[in-house]
């Protein structure tokens, strides 16, 4: 697997962060900055490589000339960490599939190897390929040593390093953002176009390679920087629902960055409104997993896929949507899920103690997310389990639907061991966020018990 770095593994162009890294070792001194690095790197970032700019990289090798090696390989390392703060939040999970599978990673740059190996080992890559400078006593001599990995260069050196170590590149993936490229990717038997330029995205689509962002999950449009999720959320507020009252209270307990499960009680269709509530509150993209027949619903299924649900097959793959929901979480995001897994029907609908299914707690325990539990009740007030829509007329009273969500609680370790166990006690956090009625023992009328069934079902 041989991946690029700059605007493919990263989200934009390293050179800012190796330029400071070189200047804070002194390589700068006495020689004045480039006039308007910044925008120059921001056009790079927005539009991708382009002629003038390569060949600015490319002459790169005189201006160092007579460099200590040393100095620029402390800078690398220098930057290593800074580098680590660009890199596209989807990228390590992807690493991750090709080590998996038993293939070994490549990082395969245009960059100076000296300053880009220290990132490389930082994340675990198996080798480098990448431009390096000639150098002679410890100091470079203005000349590139091999070929200039760039282009046509790039797919010489990785043609050389497969021959050395015995790798087909017929059953090899490369990925990259650049049109300048596709010799490479015309090259391999799985070529990748990530983040890929306007040039390049034409001749993917053309020749239907994959294209891929790991700024996001698969399917989910952005524009501007924007997703789905930051235009309806505009629209996702309480005055949208005159039908209902909504008394929220504790979305301070949700971590504002950093992967974490909010976990959810399940009483009624319309628990999706007042959790979308929550989700809008939080400023943020939340991945939610949902039943398959959600995603298959004309226009639903469509604005599902672009918010980055994740559907869940319970016939065919369920462990589909727990592998989707845990490269959510190594991306740092929020997932939301309902350890019930389906709303409680008859009967069962008013028991105080929940039941879940051992999915949250299997997340938590892969990925050491936090879980922070989430209580609902009153909605089935608004949309009873018994009707086919919600009653939207109710807007002279409306009923209260309540929302408590409470302090994260950490059940990764436990859930390792016992994911039985791990459950029982997140199930308890969310029901201790559910009002004091809830936890009460009483019998249900047999007209409650209709209302709690599917429509057209009747209690026995």
Known sequence: MFVDLDR??????????????MRAEGLFEGRPNLPGERFFYGVYDALGESLPFMAMVRAAARFVRGWPVESVQRAGELAAPELLELLQPYAPGVLAEH??????TVLATTSPVDLVAPFARLLGFDDVIATRYDRNEGRYTGRIEGPFVWGVGKLAAVRKWAREHSVDLSASHAYSDSVFDVPLLRS????????????????????RWPIEHWDR?????????????????LAVRPEAFPYARFDLAGIENIPVRGPVLLAANHRSYFDVAALAIVAARLGRPVRFLGKREVFEAPGLGWVARALGGIPVDRDNDPARALA???????AG??????PQGTIPRGRAFFDPALHGKTGCARLAAMTGAPVVPIGLWGTEAVWPRSARVPAVTAVAKPPTVRIRVGEPIDVASE?????VAATERLMAAIASQLPPEASDMRSPSDSEVTRAMPPGRRAR
């Open 8 to 21: 493919t593994l990263l989200s934009g162009a390293s050179g800012l962060v190796l330029s400071a890294a």
């Open 217 to 233: 999950p698969g399917g989910v449009p952005k524009m501007a920087g924007l997703e789905t999720y930051h235009l309806l959320r």
């Open 324 to 330: 989707a929901a845990r490269q959510a979480l190594q």
């Open 333 to 338: 995001e929020p997932v939301l899920i309902m």
């Open 415 to 419: 859930a390792a061991s016992d994911p």
């Open 188 to 207: 391999i038997g799985h070529p990748h176009a990530v983040q890929p330029d306007i040039r390049l995205r034409m001749v993917a689509t053309l020749a």
């Open 99 to 104: 080590r998996s599978a038993g293939r070994k």
